[in-house]
């Protein structure tokens, strides 16, 4: 219990502080690596959020793209599906007016 009581006086007395100065290099060393240590932590942690936002980006031009190629698939269709009833002389064109909905009130029956 005396060591105890010993310990705190000699902390506030600076007597820990000089015994550190003897071993200043292990200090010095003791400190780069902490701030080694701390640098590389922020830099892995900045990398990694790089990466969440990335994945993010090309998640979203995939569902762009997709669409995209979708569309331009159906417009190809088409325009593929007019050209050969054109050249095979067909009288089938295109509906001018939309498609309408039948349901139970207004099917006929």
């Known amino acids: 219990m005396s060591e105890r009581k010993r310990i705190l006086p000699g902390l506030f007395q600076g007597k820990y502080l000089v015994m550190l100065a003897r071993h200043w290099k ?26 969440i936002e990335n994945n993010q980006v090309i998640k979203e031009l ?35 007016t939309p498609p309408v909905t039948i349901t139970e009130e207004t099917a006929a029956y």
């Open 26 to 51: 292990l200090v010095i060393y003791v400190f780069a690596l902490v701030m080694l240590y701390i640098t590389l932590h922020y830099k892995v942690d900045d990398t990694s959020m790089t990466i």
């Open 62 to 96: 995939k569902t762009d793209y997709t669409t995209r190629r979708s569309e331009y698939h159906e417009l190809t269709t088409i325009k593929e599906t007019t050209r050969l009833l054109e050249k095979t002389g067909s009288s089938l064109r295109p509906p001018l």
